[in-house]
């Protein structure tokens, strides 16, 4: 194709027509992809689509707790099982305690869909309680979505800038673990199974690595489309929200 200049007339070919078609499309759907919405399916990194279900906006890395999904498997069995879910995020109160929850990647309005992070690195502000506080959890009742320290919870404060008051730090989700929750991630090598049965794992206690402690169990993967089932062989991080390990205990 050429190009032409300003007030010279142009005959367009079908196959160019549906060129010109083809590229707009393909920009639109990955400007989709980038804002999180139309996501195809696939493994995602620890992010997720969360609906502000509180009357008042939340600021980007503010937390809030997953109480609900907006479309359960009763409602449409088809899109649970095929599409990303969309939780439903709201303030920690007394009542959701122990609930899990992410971090905000953009500001959210209210009824907002947006993408938040529940395993991986993030920045957050964090109220720090006490200067040996390893840990960070959201302050109950705040009313934007704020963090304090505390010496157990699933989201380890990896690097923090003081050791008293509101202090920016980097926050591991997922993979921490404590003395109290157990909740953390594994490496997982996949033996076989699909994304619609889910996959028998082995269960790397110490990171990948073959020699260490090893469980066997069932890992869940819903955000990868059924027709693109994992090969044997392949390492993937589960979490305890998709992970049921025998041996004695459930992790």
Same mark, same amino acid.
């Given at each position: 194709?050429? =190009?032409?200049?300003?007030?010279?007339?142009?005959?367009?070919?079908?196959?160019?027509?549906?060129?010109?078609?083809?590229?707009?499309?393909?920009?639109?759907? @990955?400007?989709?992809?980038? #804002?999180?919405?139309?996501?195809?399916?696939?493994?995602?990194?620890?992010?997720?689509?969360?609906?502000?279900?509180?009357?008042?906006? #939340?600021? #980007?890395?503010?937390?809030?707790?997953?109480?609900?999904?907006?479309?359960?498997?009763?409602?449409?069995?088809?899109?649970?099982?095929?599409?990303?879910?969309?939780?439903?995020?709201?303030?920690?109160?007394?009542?959701?305690?122990?609930?899990?929850?992410?971090?905000?990647? +953009?500001?959210? @309005?209210?009824?907002?869909?947006?993408?938040?992070?529940?395993?991986?690195?993030?920045?957050?502000?964090?109220?720090?309680?006490?200067?040996?506080?390893?840990? $960070?959890?959201?302050?109950?009742?705040?009313?934007?979505?704020?963090?304090?320290?505390?010496?157990?919870?699933?989201?380890?404060? *990896?690097? =923090? @800038?003081?050791?008293?008051?509101?202090?920016?730090?980097?926050?591991?989700?997922?993979?921490?673990?404590?003395? $109290?929750?157990?909740?953390?991630?594994?490496?997982?090598?996949?033996?076989?199974?699909?994304?619609? $049965?889910?996959?028998?794992?082995?269960? !790397?206690?110490?990171? #990948?690595?073959?020699?260490?402690?090893? +469980?066997?169990?069932?890992? !869940?993967?819903?955000?990868? @489309?059924?027709?693109?089932?994992?090969?044997?062989? $392949?390492?993937?991080?589960?979490?305890?929200?998709? *992970?049921?390990?025998?041996?004695?205990?459930?992790?």
């Amino acid at each position: 194709m050429e =190009k032409v200049r300003s007030g010279e007339s142009v005959t367009i070919k079908a196959s160019t027509w549906n060129s010109f078609i083809d590229a707009a499309n393909y920009v639109k759907e @990955a400007r989709q992809n980038q #804002r999180g919405k139309g996501l195809k399916s696939g493994i995602q990194t620890g992010i997720v689509l969360v609906k502000n279900a509180e009357s008042e906006q #939340r600021d #980007r890395f503010a937390a809030l707790v997953l109480s609900d999904i907006a479309v359960p498997p009763n409602l449409n069995e088809d899109e649970f099982v095929s599409c990303p879910p969309v939780f439903i995020g709201q303030k920690m109160t007394e009542e959701r305690e122990g609930k899990p929850y992410a971090i905000l990647l +953009e500001p959210l @309005a209210k009824d907002q869909i947006g993408r938040a992070m529940v395993l991986g690195i993030v920045p957050a502000k964090v109220t720090i309680q006490d200067a040996d506080d390893q840990y $960070a959890v959201p302050t109950p009742g705040s009313t934007t979505g704020a963090l304090q320290s505390d010496s157990t919870g699933v989201a380890r404060i *990896l690097w =923090k @800038a003081g050791g008293a008051g509101s202090q920016w730090c980097l926050l591991q989700l997922g993979g921490a673990g404590s003395g $109290a929750g157990g909740e953390k991630a594994y490496m997982c090598k996949v033996g076989g199974g699909s994304a619609k $049965a889910g996959y028998q794992v082995t269960v !790397y206690l110490n990171g #990948r690595d073959d020699s260490g402690s090893t +469980e066997s169990g069932t890992l !869940y993967v819903p955000d990868l @489309a059924l027709d693109a089932d994992l090969p044997s062989g $392949a390492w993937i991080i589960g979490h305890k929200c998709a *992970l049921k390990a025998t041996g004695g205990n459930d992790t």
